[in-house]
C-alpha cells in the first residue's frame, strides 16, 4: 500500500515568490492534516480536513497562505508571496477518521521549502 | 490548551545502552499519548501510543513507554539502542474530545555512537 505521497520535496524560491505543495494521502482516508516544522521543533498543525470541508484552519496564516482539498481527495497548500520566515518543512498526514475515535496519522517524507 | 516539553533537546548514547526520553505534559485530564520517530528526510512514524488501559505501552523496534497521571509524563524507553536508532524523537498529546488535534513536543535529537 502506498503511503501520503508530497511532492516537491525540495523547492528553492526567493522571497515574494508564489509556492504549491501537493499531496496525496493514502487511499481511502479522509482525513488530511497540514503541518509546519520548523528547524528543531515539533510540528504544529496548519489546517485538518474532513473529506473536502476545512474543519480546523484557525493555525493557517490565511494572508498569505490557502489550501485546498479537491474532491476530497488531494490536496494542495499554497504560499503567495513567501517570506523568508517560511522556510521550513510542510508535512502532510492522513488518517481513516470514524465516528469520532482515534485513528493513527500517517506522515509523508514533507517538502523542504527554501525561502532566499 | 495542551502543552508538551521534552526535557532533552539532545541525548547521545553508546550502542546497546539503555536510554531514556523524557516528555511532560501540562493536562491532569484525559489524554491521548503518542511517541513518534523520524528519520533523517523522512516523515513521522508512529512508534506506541496510549490511549487507556494498562500504563506501559509497548511499541516497535523494542520501544516502550510509561504513562504517570500523577506526574503527567510518558518517558520513553528502550533497554539496548542499535546504530539504527539514531533519529528525531517526538512525544504528542490529543486531547479525546478533539481527537486528530496534536500538540507535539520540539524533539529529542538521539545520536547512537559505536
Known amino acids: 500500500e502506498a503511503g501520503v505521497v508530497q511532492s516537491p520535496r525540495y523547492k528553492i524560491i526567493e522571497k515574494k515568490q508564489p509556492v504549491a505543495f501537493w499531496c496525496n494521502p493514502i487511499?481511502?482516508?479522509?482525513?488530511l492534516y497540514w503541518y509546519l516544522q520548523n528547524l528543531g521543533q515539533g510540528p504544529e498543525l496548519l489546517i485538518r480536513?474532513?473529506?473536502?470541508?476545512?474543519?480546523?484552519d484557525s493555525q493557517l496564516p490565511k494572508d498569505r497562505f490557502s489550501a485546498e482539498r479537491l474532491k476530497g481527495v488531494d490536496s494542495t497548500l499554497k504560499i503567495q508571496p513567501a517570506e523568508l520566515g517560511d522556510s521550513a518543512v510542510y508535512l502532510c498526514?492522513?488518517?481513516?477518521?470514524?465516528?469520532?475515535?482515534?485513528?493513527?496519522?500517517?506522515f509523508g517524507p514533507g517538502t523542504r521549502l527554501t525561502v532566499l | 490548551a495542551q502543552s508538551v516539553t521534552q526535557l532533552d533537546s539532545q541525548v547521545p548514547v553508546f550502542e546497546e545502552a539503555p536510554v531514556e526520553l523524557r516528555c511532560n505534559y501540562s493536562?491532569?485530564?484525559?489524554?491521548?499519548l503518542f511517541w513518534y520517530v523520524q528519520y533523517p528526510n523522512q516523515g513521522l512514524q508512529l512508534l506506541l501510543k496510549?490511549?487507556?488501559?494498562?500504563?506501559l505501552v509497548k511499541g516497535i523496534n523494542g520501544f516502550e513507554a510509561e504513562f504517570n497521571k500523577s506526574q503527567t509524563s510518558f518517558h520513553l524507553r528502550k533497554p539496548s539502542v542499535h546504530i539504527s536508532d539514531t533519529a528525531e524523537y517526538f512525544c504528542?498529546?490529543?486531547?479525546?474530545?478533539?481527537?486528530?488535534?496534536?500538540?507535539f513536543g520540539a524533539g529529542t535529537q538521539v545520536v547512537v555512537t559505536p
Open positions: 480536513y474532513e473529506n473536502e470541508e476545512a474543519v480546523d
Open positions: 498526514a492522513s488518517s481513516l477518521s470514524q465516528g469520532g475515535s482515534y485513528n493513527e496519522q500517517f
Open positions: 487511499s481511502g482516508h479522509n482525513t
Open positions: 493536562s491532569s485530564v484525559s489524554v491521548y
Open positions: 496510549y490511549l487507556s488501559g494498562s500504563t
Open positions: 504528542a498529546v490529543s486531547d479525546p474530545d478533539s481527537w486528530g488535534k496534536f500538540q
